[in-house]
């Protein structure tokens, strides 16, 4: 498939204006565990032009019950692995990989990008990007995620809108240290929302 075909079958789907927009769009996901690496690929799906992915993990096989990643994937950076699954997907979505522990000293690897998807594991990382993010990229979108463990409903996963340009995703509720365990489907569901908000971000569908 040429990159024009590419290109004009996503335009088929979603339009000439909106793909526009996707295709020129460029967005980072931070984590690529079962939140990231499911929004990576929503977004890929979608057409949008740019994705950077941030992870320093490699694939583990704890990692197969819940992420995107294959038993030929095992030992591979996450980073590198999920490049690989987004050219099966979308052979001419720009992917740059970026394969270390984000934090306040290299947050600058973000700057190029106009959204930011928080999808840490890990409380006080998520907690720093959201905070550093407002504080020095605060013409940034950024769409985070919080509860989204255990074997609750699915009804409870929700978007809420905190600020000018933060969004929520999950239940704000239950944590894995509380729940013991994170199972695939709700994570996806999660995984879902976030992307679902990038993307209407992208189209300008945004809440007041």
Same mark, same amino acid.
């Given at each position: 498939?040429?990159?024009?075909?590419?290109?004009?079958?996503?335009?088929?789907?979603?339009?000439?204006?909106?793909?526009?927009?996707?295709?020129?769009?460029?967005?980072?996901?931070?984590?690529?565990?079962?939140?990231?690496?499911?929004?990576?690929?929503?977004?890929?799906?979608?057409?949008?032009?740019?994705?950077?992915?941030?992870?320093?993990?490699?694939?583990?096989?704890?990692?197969?019950?819940?992420?995107?990643?294959?038993?030929?994937?095992?030992?591979?950076?996450?980073?590198?692995?999920?490049?690989?699954?987004?050219?099966?997907?979308?052979?001419?979505?720009?992917?740059?990989?970026?394969?270390?522990?984000?934090?306040?000293?290299?947050?600058?690897?973000?700057?190029?990008?106009?959204?930011?998807?928080?999808?840490?594991?890990?409380?006080? /990382?998520? &907690?720093?990007?959201? @905070?550093? *993010?407002?504080?020095?990229?605060?013409? %940034?979108?950024? =769409?985070?995620?919080?509860?989204?463990?255990?074997?609750?409903?699915?009804?409870?996963?929700?978007?809420?809108?905190?600020?000018?340009?933060?969004?929520?995703?999950?239940?704000?509720?239950?944590?894995?240290?509380?729940?013991?365990?994170?199972?695939?489907?709700?994570?996806?569901? /999660?995984? &879902?929302?976030?992307? @679902?908000? *990038?993307?209407?971000?992208?189209?300008? %569908?945004?809440? =007041?």
């Amino acid at each position: 498939m040429t990159r024009e075909e590419w290109y004009n079958t996503l335009q088929q789907r979603n339009g000439a204006d909106l793909q526009q927009k996707f295709s020129s769009s460029c967005v980072t996901v931070c984590g690529l565990g079962g939140l990231g690496s499911n929004v990576a690929i929503s977004l890929a799906r979608a057409g949008v032009g740019t994705i950077h992915l941030i992870d320093f993990d490699k694939v583990d096989a704890s990692n197969l019950h819940r992420q995107q990643y294959a038993v030929s994937q095992l030992g591979m950076c996450k980073t590198e692995a999920m490049k690989q699954t987004l050219a099966e997907i979308a052979p001419y979505c720009e992917v740059v990989t970026h394969t270390v522990k984000l934090t306040e000293e290299n947050l600058s690897i973000i700057a190029d990008c106009d959204i930011v998807c928080e999808c840490f594991d890990n409380a006080e /990382c998520k &907690a720093m990007l959201v @905070n550093e *993010v407002a504080e020095r990229y605060p013409e %940034k979108y950024m =769409v985070a995620a919080s509860g989204m463990s255990g074997m609750y409903t699915g009804n409870t996963i929700l978007t809420k809108k905190l600020g000018k340009r933060l969004y929520i995703c999950g239940d704000g509720a239950n944590d894995v240290a509380d729940d013991g365990t994170l199972f695939a489907p709700r994570v996806m569901l /999660c995984a &879902a929302h976030q992307a @679902n908000t *990038v993307l209407r971000i992208i189209a300008g %569908k945004l809440e =007041v």
